[in-house]
């Protein structure tokens, strides 16, 4: 039987292709990375833009809906906030090149809010009426919990790694 939820001729690409993306940010989040935070607001920026586009795309909404959206910010800057304290931060004393690296911990808050992400729909899809609002305004909390959680890591990122270069430089 065939997956309603899923547009036809694409068969299982809507499930192996978020899965293959969350294997490659694991995969490369794992390892230590140069930091430029001159360029962190760039991902939050983008994320931003574009979330804003799909959800003002879509139109109205019902006031829980409106509700549901604030509160996954919340919850996202909440996750982001705790995950970016979660980053470990070096900086080489010479250069004064910066490296980070995502702790264990959170690269598995990754793959609980992508589970929470496909256990949310499937049972919205199921379950119409059960949270008060449509499938399209828990798409966007789910979108907006993302922006949350990407701007509040890096914001938490850049206040920590700009305090260890300043302290690096004797300023």
Request: aromatic share 6%; proline share 6%; net charge positive.
């Amino acid at each position: 039987m065939s997956n309603p939820t899923a547009p036809a001729g694409l068969g299982a690409l809507p499930y192996i292709l978020p899965v293959a993306v969350l294997a490659l940010v694991l995969v490369r989040g794992a390892r230590p990375r140069t930091l430029v935070i001159e360029r962190l607001w760039i991902s939050p920026a983008l994320i931003m833009t574009m979330a804003s586009l799909l959800i003002f795309a879509q139109g109205a909404m019902s006031f829980s809906g409106m509700v549901l959206q604030i509160v996954a910010v919340l919850i996202g800057a909440g996750l982001g906030w705790w995950r970016g304290s979660l980053t470990q931060l070096s900086i080489d004393p010479q250069t004064h090149t910066l490296t980070s690296k995502v702790s264990p911990v959170g690269l598995a808050l990754l793959g609980v809010i992508f589970l929470a992400r496909f256990g949310l729909r499937s049972f919205a899809m199921s379950h119409p009426g059960a949270f008060h609002a449509s499938v399209p305004e828990l798409t966007d909390a789910m979108l907006l919990l993302a922006v949350g959680l990407i701007c509040a890591q890096r914001l938490e990122v850049w206040i920590r790694a700009r305090q260890m270069l300043a302290d690096a430089r004797g300023c």
